[in-house]
């Protein structure tokens, strides 16, 4: 037979291959396990910046410590008493005063012959972007009204707090304004209201607007949340790849339904009439509570950079802030309250600034990051100031030092022009 014959082949068993698999899998565990405790030791170190243990796994109370609002029974959300903020900057200042709105305290009951008036709002009112106190509109009113009228016996009082729509803003006037006698009740309300109105990621629009202002939550983490957070390596990813932390420290994530900073549109949609017609009734309410102590009331339109208006509903949201200026000027007839129309004015200012002007809010605010450049810090704070002193919006409805200005001595024209107060 031949030699290739196969029954000349070998009966013994072929030898069993090696088998590697096991042993890698095993040595990339424990290499696994040996880096994540090494980065678990160096985390515990706070050799990391920007990752430190108190900064990984902070305490809630910790978190909103930041924050310049906290949680209210009957307001969702109020100012801070007691508060100033700087955002970290030299030039930037807003005081909380101890009974919770910005601005020096006043006296309770009203001394005699003073003049109060009292200013409803949200973020423009209260003053996000004007650099001071002195310089949110209410402030510069109060200027402009004590200048005119030849006395210091007026005194205008900042009840604006941001987010805050017609909803919060009729609760602040019952529940706190009231008590401050107001002689004048000023109402500076509208693109909030709109987004109210538009906002559809909270289900159907609702006569008491719960679809869009969430209750003020206490958080309480899952069980395997808090087993989970023993490993700082855990608390790290989170912090890297998640908005778990945001939302303890954002308004936004706390105070609306279903908030996601991600989401694509949340003002487009059908446009239903509930939302327009709760802010007709709430304008209806803040006059009978201020008419109620005696108070006048005036309603005043609401100024914005349309373009910057965020989202793809630009068009929607265009349409609905013209309809809620409507109502204001319907509500003022209906009421016999007064109107000032702003809007117009702010607009047709906000259209003759020149690009170079407003092209230097955003060159400003570009060179006041650069921390490690003194230089470009000073160069950087000039330009802003030029801008706070000749621009008028820093984006939507929200004010320069200027625009503030601007809108201030607007309302004093036609509290003195509605015959509120006499001229000297």
């Known amino acids: 037979m031949s030699p290739q014959d196969p029954s000349h082949r070998s009966s013994q068993p072929a030898a069993a291959p090696v088998r590697r698999r096991p042993r890698l899998v095993r040595l990339a565990f424990w290499s696994l ?8 030791g160096i985390l515990r170190l706070g050799w990391v910046p920007g990752y430190q243990p108190d900064q990984l796994r902070p305490t809630l109370e910790s978190l909103q410590a930041k924050a310049m609002s906290e949680g209210h029974p009957y307001l969702a959300y109020a100012l801070k008493p007691n508060r100033v903020e700087t955002g970290g900057t030299s030039y930037k200042r807003a005081t909380h005063n101890a009974a919770g709105y910005r601005g020096p305290l006043v006296e309770i009951p009203k ?53 805050y729509s017609t909803f919060e803003s ?22 909030n209201d709109m987004r109210c109105a538009l906002y559809n990621m ?10 869009w202002r969430a209750i003020w939550p206490v958080v309480m983490p899952s069980p395997a949340e808090t087993v989970l957070e023993k490993s700082l390596v855990y608390c790290a990813l989170r912090k890297r790849f998640t908005h778990y932390l945001d939302r303890f420290t954002k308004l936004d994530a706390f105070a609306i339904v279903n908030y ?16 327009f017609e709760n802010f007709r009734r709430n304008l209806r309410s803040i006059a009978s509570v201020a008419r109620g102590v005696g108070a006048n009331v005036m309603f005043i339109t609401q100024g914005c950079d349309r373009q910057d208006m965020g989202a793809g ?9 013209d309809r809620m200026g409507d109502i204001l000027r ?28 407003q092209a230097l809010e955003a060159e400003s605010q570009m060179l006041l990051r650069s921390k490690d450049s003194p230089e470009d810090q000073a160069r950087g704070l000039e330009l802003w100031m030029r801008f706070s002193r ?11 030092d200027h625009g503030a200005d601007l809108l201030a001595s607007t309302v004093a024209k036609t509290i003195f022009a509605a015959g509120y107060l006499q001229p000297q």
């Open 313 to 321: 509903s630009k068009q929607l949201q265009w349409d609905a802030m």
């Open 330 to 357: 319907e509500s003022a007839h209906e009421l016999g309250a007064g109107f000032c129309d702003a809007r117009p004015v702010l607009e047709d200012a906000f259209a003759r600034v020149s690009p170079e002007v």
């Open 202 to 211: 909270g289900g159907p629009i609702q006569r008491d607007n719960t679809h």
């Open 33 to 40: 396990l040996l880096a994540l405790l090494a980065l678990e």
């Open 170 to 191: 009729l609760v602040n006037l019952a529940f706190r304004g009231v008590d401050y006698q107001p002689d004048l009740v000023l109402v500076y309300h509208t693109i």
């Open 111 to 163: 001394p005699e012959g003073v003049y109060r008036v009292l200013c409803l709002g949200g973020s423009s009112t209260h003053g996000t972007t004007p650099n001071t106190d002195e310089t949110t509109w209410p402030a510069r009113l109060q200027a402009h009204l004590r200048e005119q009228a030849g006395t210091d016996r007026i005194e205008v009082l900042n009840f604006g707090v941001f987010g």
């Open 390 to 400: 000749e621009g008028i919006f820093t984006g939507e409805v929200h004010l320069t």
């Open 260 to 275: 996601d900073p991600s989401a694509p549109d949340p003002y487009s949609g059908e446009v239903h009439d509930q939302g």
